[in-house]
C-alpha cells in the first residue's frame, strides 16, 4: 500500500530561520511527486513537481529535492506569509495522487 | 488560476438525504477527481475520471457516485447522506495521469 508521511506536523519559525519540510514515501512506482501548499479554507495550490531522484526545484524563497525515498522542501529566510500548511502527494503507476497529512508551518515576524 | 468552480460552496444538509456536488472546469483537463479532507486524514481520492463517461473509483468511494457527460463538468453524488460524510469536498483538474493537479476551492458539507 502506497504511503506518504510528512515531518514534523507543525513547524513554528522565526522570520529568516531556515528550515527543512520532509517528505518520506513508499509507492509502487513513482510517477512524480508534487508539493502544494494550502491556506485555511482554500484549495491547495500547486508548487512543484518532481520525477526523478537527484532532480530539484525553485521558486522564491522554496526549493524541493527528491530522493529515492524522501523530498524536502527547503525554506529560506521564510517570511510570515509564508505560513500555511504544506502538503506533499505521489502519483503511482495506477493512477492514484496519494497525499501526505501535510506540515503546519507558522513564521512568526 | 486554474479556471475551476465549485457549487455550491457551503452546504448543510439532513440524514438521508440525496446531495449533488458540482464541479465546473473550463481548461478542457482529461482528468478530474474528487476528493474529500478531514482532520488527522488528510486528503483521500473518492473517485476520479479520464473523460467523458469514463470514472473509477479511489480510496473511499463507499456511499459516492459520480458522472461526467461533458468534459466540463463532474458531478459528485451522495445518495443518501449520512453525519461521515461531513467534510470538505475539493476538485481537482490534471491534463494528464502523472501531472500537477490543480484544486478548486472546495465545497463545505454538513450532514446534520
Known amino acids: 500500500e502506497d504511503q506518504v508521511t510528512q515531518s514534523p506536523e507543525a513547524l513554528r519559525l522565526q522570520e529568516g530561520e531556515s528550515s527543512s519540510l520532509n517528505c518520506s514515501y513508499t509507492?509502487?512506482?513513482?510517477?512524480?511527486l508534487f508539493w502544494y501548499r494550502q491556506d485555511p479554507g482554500k484549495g491547495p495550490e500547486f508548487l512543484f513537481t518532481l520525477y526523478s531522484a537527484g532532480e530539484e526545484k525553485e521558486k522564491e524563497r522554496l526549493k524541493a529535492t527528491l530522493t529515492k525515498k524522501e523530498s524536502f522542501l527547503h525554506i529560506t529566510a521564510p517570511k510570515p506569509e509564508d505560513s500555511a500548511t504544506y502538503l506533499c502527494a505521489v502519483y503511482n503507476a495506477g493512477n492514484m495522487l496519494t497525499f501526505g497529512g501535510g506540515t503546519r508551518l507558522m513564521v512568526k515576524p | 488560476d486554474a479556471g475551476i468552480t465549485q457549487s455550491p460552496r457551503h452546504k448543510v444538509t439532513e440524514t438521508g438525504t440525496p446531495v449533488t456536488l458540482r464541479c465546473h472546469q473550463t481548461?478542457?483537463?482529461?482528468?478530474m477527481y474528487w476528493y474529500r479532507q478531514d482532520p488527522g486524514h488528510g486528503l483521500r481520492l473518492i473517485h476520479y475520471s479520464y473523460g467523458v463517461k469514463d470514472t473509477d473509483k479511489g480510496e473511499v468511494s463507499d456511499g459516492y457516485s459520480v458522472s461526467r457527460s461533458k468534459t466540463e463538468d463532474f458531478l459528485l453524488t451522495l445518495e443518501s447522506a449520512t453525519s461521515s460524510q461531513t467534510s470538505v469536498y475539493f476538485c481537482?483538474?490534471?491534463?494528464?495521469?502523472?501531472?500537477?493537479?490543480?484544486f478548486g476551492q472546495g465545497t463545505r458539507l454538513t450532514v446534520v
Open positions: 481537482a483538474i490534471s491534463s494528464d495521469r502523472d501531472t500537477e493537479a490543480f
Open positions: 509507492v509502487s512506482g513513482l510517477r512524480g
Open positions: 481548461e478542457n483537463h482529461r482528468y
